[in-house]
C-alpha cells in the first residue's frame, strides 16, 4: 500500500446539471487512429477516434499538463506541465500497447528544471525542440537525444505560446508580456518583435511551411494576424468578450476559437453570419509599449457563425459550518447548495448576493466542526480531498447531518462515512472486518447505508507533496465493474490508513475534551469531586447538566436536602433548574463541548465549566424582578 498518499473527488456539472467539464484542454493532437489530450488533473490521455474510448491513462505528471507537441516523422510526443518537468514518450509504442490494455507501465525520458513550463513545440523530426514558462527563456534542445542546444532570452514574462517551422530553423513566441517574438534558432537571437497585444499572449497560430503569417491572441481577446515580414502592422481579425486560450484552423481556412468562458465558436469569412467587415490595420507600438485596437477600430469578422456554449466554472466556494454542505458560484453569478455527502446540487439560489446566502443558510446558531477535508475550484469544479492528517477529526451526531431513524446519541465520522460512500462498489469494501468489530456502529459494517454518491463523480488516489504521483484514477461507477487484477492494484494503491476504514472497517480514533466542574462564585451549590473529567468533544452541554443534577440532588446530601427547594429541583428536569457557564458565558444545553471550547475557550488548557441555580443568574434575576414590577 501507499504509504502518504491522499484521496481526491470531483464534483462536477456533467453529472447533475453541469458545472464545468472537468478536463481542461491545454493542447490535443491526432496520430493516426488517436486524439491525445493533456488535462489541469495532471493526466495525459490517448482516446480512439473512432470509439471516442480513453485507451490509456498517462499519470508521470504532477502538476497541470499545460502543453503538448507531436514530431509526426519521429513518432514522439512530448509534454510540459507545472510541475518543471518535460517529458518525451514514444507515441507509436504507447498506441501500440494500448490496444491490448488500459492499464499500462512505461518509462519516458524525462528532464526536470526549477521553473515551471507552459509551453512546448517542436518540427517534425523533432530535430528542434523547444520549451517555454516562467524562467522566461526559451530553451531550445534537440528532441532526438534531449540535448541542450541554446537559451534564447528577450521576454521580460512567462512564456505561454511556441511554434517551430519543419525545418527548425525558426521559431515564434507569445508571452505574458504582450509580445510575440520571431528567433533564429541558428543565429540565437530575436530577428522580429510584434506589438499588437496590450496584454498576454496565450496562444498562436501559423503555416509552418511559409512560417509568415502568424494570428496570435490571448487575455484581451482580441486575434490579429501579422505578416512577419512585415511586423509593424496588424490585421484586426475578430474579438471575444472572454479572454481566449486557442485558436486553430481547419482545411477550409476557418477559425475555431475557445474562450476562458467555456465556449468554442467557428468563425469563417464566407458565411452570412461571419460576416466580413471592412477591417482595420493596428499600427503596432515602437518599443517598449505595445499597440493594441482601441475602441474605434473595427475588426474584420463582426460575429461567428456557430458557437458551442459550456457550462459555467465554479469561481467561488465557501464550506458552511456544519462541514457537510457548500455553496458556489460561478462565472454567470449564479449560487447554489451543494450536498458533498451525495456529490449533487441541492439547490439553485440564482443569481444572488453570495456573502448574504452564505449568512442566511449558516443561520445564528453558533456550531464549529473540524475542517475534515480540502476544497479547491482552480479547475473550475468543487474539488474535495481527503489526507491522513485531517479525515477523521469531525464526529458529528446522525440527526445534524441529515440522517434519520437512528439513536438520538448515534454519532458518525465524517470523514469515515465518504470514504465508505466513495468505494461502496468495490468488492475489496468490508472484506477484512473482523467478526468483534461488528459493534452496531456504522462504521463497523461494509458499505454505507444512509447515502449514496453519484455514480460519475471521478475518484483520484495520488501520493503527497510536490513530486506526488497519481496511482489511480476511477469513477465511483467504475469500481463496480473492475477485474481482480485492477480491484488487487487498488488494494494495494491505497492509503493504510483509508484502508483501515473502508476494507478492515476499523473506527476512526474518538476525540476527547477533557475539563473540570466547580460551583460559579457566590452559588449555593455545593463542590462536587474535583476530578478531572473527559468526554467525546461532540457531546453537548445537556450530559453535563444530566451529570451534575444526578450527582447534586441526592437524597444522602444532607446539606442540599435541607433546602426547601429540593424536593422540586430533583424533580425537575436539569436544564430548567442549572445552567453551566465557561467564563461568564452561559452554555446552551445543545451546544457540544467542542464548540464551546472553540467560541468561548480559546485555550489548549483543560476547560472549567462552572455552574449554578439558573435562578442565581443575574439576567433571571432582573427578568423575574421587571415582570413583578409590570404586574404591580
Known amino acids: 500500500m501507499c504509504g502518504r498518499c491522499h484521496i481526491t473527488i470531483d464534483y462536477k456539472v456533467v453529472f447533475t446539471d453541469s458545472v464545468k467539464f472537468c478536463i481542461s484542454?491545454?493542447?490535443?493532437?491526432?496520430?493516426?487512429?488517436?486524439?491525445?489530450?493533456?488535462?489541469?488533473?495532471?493526466?495525459?490521455?490517448?482516446?480512439?477516434?473512432?470509439?471516442?474510448?480513453?485507451?490509456?491513462?498517462?499519470?508521470?505528471?504532477?502538476?497541470?499538463?499545460?502543453?503538448?507537441?507531436f514530431a509526426e516523422q519521429a513518432d514522439s510526443l512530448f509534454s510540459v506541465g507545472l510541475d518543471a518537468n518535460i517529458i518525451k514518450w514514444d507515441l507509436g509504442a504507447l498506441v501500440k500497447i494500448a490496444q491490448s490494455s488500459t492499464l499500462v507501465e512505461c518509462t519516458p525520458r524525462m528532464e526536470s528544471y526549477k521553473k515551471s513550463m507552459y509551453s512546448v513545440a517542436c518540427n517534425p523530426s523533432a530535430s528542434v525542440l523547444v520549451s517555454g514558462g516562467t524562467e522566461n527563456a526559451i530553451r531550445v534542445w534537440d528532441g532526438r537525444s534531449f540535448q541542450k542546444v541554446c537559451k534564447l532570452r528577450g521576454h521580460q514574462d512567462n512564456i505561454r505560446a511556441l511554434l517551430v517551422n519543419n525545418d527548425g530553423s525558426q521559431c515564434i513566441s507569445g508571452s505574458s508580456d504582450g509580445t510575440v517574438r520571431l528567433w533564429s534558432i541558428g543565429q540565437q537571437?530575436?530577428?522580429?518583435?510584434?506589438?499588437?497585444?496590450?496584454?498576454?499572449?496565450?496562444?498562436?497560430?501559423?503555416?509552418?511551411?511559409?512560417?509568415?503569417?502568424v494570428y496570435t491572441s490571448g487575455r484581451d481577446g482580441n486575434v490579429f494576424m501579422t505578416d512577419l515580414r512585415q511586423p509593424d502592422t496588424s490585421e484586426y481579425i475578430l474579438q471575444q468578450k472572454s479572454p481566449i486560450n486557442k485558436i486553430e484552423m481547419d482545411d477550409h481556412q476557418r477559425l475555431w476559437v475557445a474562450t476562458c468562458d467555456s465556449s468554442v465558436s467557428l468563425w469563417e469569412p464566407s458565411s452570412a453570419s461571419g460576416e466580413v467587415c471592412e477591417g482595420s490595420s493596428v499600427a503596432n507600438g515602437a518599443s517598449g509599449s505595445n499597440g493594441s485596437a482601441s475602441p474605434g477600430e473595427t475588426p474584420m469578422l463582426s460575429s461567428p457563425s456557430f458557437v458551442l456554449t459550456g457550462a459555467p466554472a465554479i469561481v467561488k466556494f465557501q464550506l458552511l459550518a456544519n462541514r457537510t454542505s457548500v455553496l458556489t458560484q460561478d462565472t454567470e453569478g449564479v449560487v447554489a447548495l451543494w450536498d458533498i455527502f451525495r456529490g449533487k446540487k441541492l439547490s439553485v439560489l440564482g443569481e444572488v448576493d453570495f456573502e448574504e446566502a452564505v449568512k442566511e443558510k449558516q443561520g445564528t446558531g453558533l456550531i464549529y466542526v473540524p475542517n475534515w477535508c480540502a476544497l479547491n475550484c482552480s479547475t473550475g469544479y468543487l474539488t474535495i480531498t481527503l489526507d491522513e492528517c485531517e479525515s477523521f477529526c469531525a464526529w458529528v451526531y446522525a440527526h445534524d447531518c441529515g440522517v434519520t431513524g437512528e439513536e438520538h446519541d448515534m454519532k458518525l465520522n465524517l470523514?469515515?462515512?465518504?470514504?465508505?460512500?466513495?468505494?461502496?462498489?468495490?468488492?475489496?469494501?468490508?472484506?477484512?472486518?473482523?467478526?468483534?468489530?461488528q459493534s452496531g456502529s456504522p462504521l463497523g459494517e461494509a458499505g454505507n447505508k444512509y447515502f449514496k454518491l453519484e455514480q460519475h463523480l471521478p475518484l483520484f488516489l495520488s501520493e503527497t507533496g510536490d513530486a506526488g504521483e497519481t496511482k489511480l484514477r476511477y469513477t465511483v461507477g467504475q469500481l463496480l465493474k473492475l477485474s481482480e487484477g485492477e480491484s488487487s492494484r487498488l488494494g494495494e494503491c491505497m492509503p493504510p490508513w483509508a484502508f483501515d476504514i473502508v476494507v478492515k472497517g476499523?473506527?476512526?480514533?474518538?476525540?476527547?475534551?477533557?475539563?473540570?466542574?466547580?460551583?460559579?462564585?457566590?452559588?449555593?451549590?455545593?463542590?462536587?469531586?474535583?476530578?478531572?473529567?473527559?468526554?467525546?468533544?461532540?457531546?453537548?452541554?445537556?450530559?453535563?447538566?444530566?451529570?451534575?443534577?444526578?450527582?447534586?440532588?441526592t437524597a444522602d446530601d444532607a446539606a442540599m436536602s435541607r433546602h426547601p427547594k429540593f424536593q422540586s429541583w430533583g424533580d425537575s428536569t436539569p436544564e430548567a433548574v442549572l445552567q453551566v457557564m465557561l467564563g461568564d458565558q452561559p452554555l446552551d444545553p445543545k451546544m457540544d463541548l467542542r464548540t464551546a471550547r472553540y467560541f468561548y475557550w480559546k485555550s489548549s488548557s483543560d476547560m472549567k465549566i462552572k455552574y449554578r441555580l439558573l435562578e442565581e443568574d443575574p439576567q433571571a434575576q432582573a427578568q423575574t424582578a421587571g415582570s413583578t414590577g409590570s404586574q404591580s
Open 506 to 553: 476499523h473506527l476512526p480514533r474518538w476525540n476527547k475534551v477533557t475539563f473540570f466542574l466547580e460551583p460559579a462564585e457566590s452559588s449555593a451549590l455545593r463542590q462536587l469531586k474535583k476530578d478531572r473529567l473527559s468526554a467525546h468533544d461532540v457531546v453537548e452541554v445537556q450530559k453535563v447538566l444530566d451529570h451534575i443534577h444526578l450527582f447534586m440532588f
Open 415 to 437: 470523514g469515515a462515512m465518504l470514504l465508505r460512500a466513495i468505494f461502496q462498489n468495490w468488492s475489496g469494501a468490508g472484506s477484512q472486518i473482523a467478526p468483534d468489530t
Open 189 to 213: 537571437r530575436c530577428v522580429a518583435t510584434v506589438r499588437c497585444h496590450d496584454s498576454g499572449v496565450w496562444t498562436m497560430l501559423t503555416d509552418p511551411n511559409n512560417f509568415h503569417d
Open 25 to 69: 484542454l491545454m493542447a490535443s493532437l491526432v496520430s493516426a487512429a488517436v486524439v491525445v489530450s493533456g488535462s489541469s488533473d495532471s493526466s495525459i490521455k490517448i482516446f480512439s477516434t473512432s470509439s471516442g474510448v480513453c485507451k490509456m491513462t498517462l499519470n508521470h505528471h504532477q502538476d497541470y499538463v499545460r502543453g503538448l507537441a
